[in-house]
């Protein structure tokens, strides 16, 4: 069983929105930090966004102002919104979570494609 399952990828033409979603089915999800990353066509994996287990978030530079990381632990749901997006953002998404300064556990990713 898939510990993390990603949703909400698509094909989406630039400057849309689109917002992914990552449905965990693990105990105390509130309590680890939770990550988005995403790999380009012919590109390394890189990170997007953070947020802790209280809330804080943090993003990659090129990401700030237009993406948006939140989370329900109620709902045990990692979500990312997604805005402006441009063809650079094209990638599969993935969520993962952080386990100390390890990232252990990643779901299998969510394809985004930014195009018109």
């Known amino acids: 069983q898939a510990l993390f399952v990603e949703s909400g990828g698509g094909l989406v033409q630039p400057g849309g929105s689109l917002q992914l979603s990552c449905a965990a089915s693990?105990?105390?999800?509130?309590?680890?930090?939770m990550a988005w990353y995403r790999q380009g066509p012919g590109k390394e994996r890189e990170w997007v966004a953070t947020i802790s287990r209280d809330g804080g978030t943090f993003y990659k530079s090129t990401v700030k102002g237009r993406f948006t990381i939140s989370r329900d632990n109620a709902k045990n749901t990692l979500y990312l919104q997604m805005s402006s997006l441009n063809t650079e953002d094209t990638a599969i998404y993935y969520c993962?979570?952080?386990?100390?300064?390890?990232?252990?556990?990643w779901g299998k990713g969510t394809q985004v494609t930014v195009s018109s």
């Open positions: 693990l105990d105390r999800f509130s309590t680890y930090a």
């Open positions: 993962a979570r952080w386990h100390g300064w390890v990232l252990d556990y």
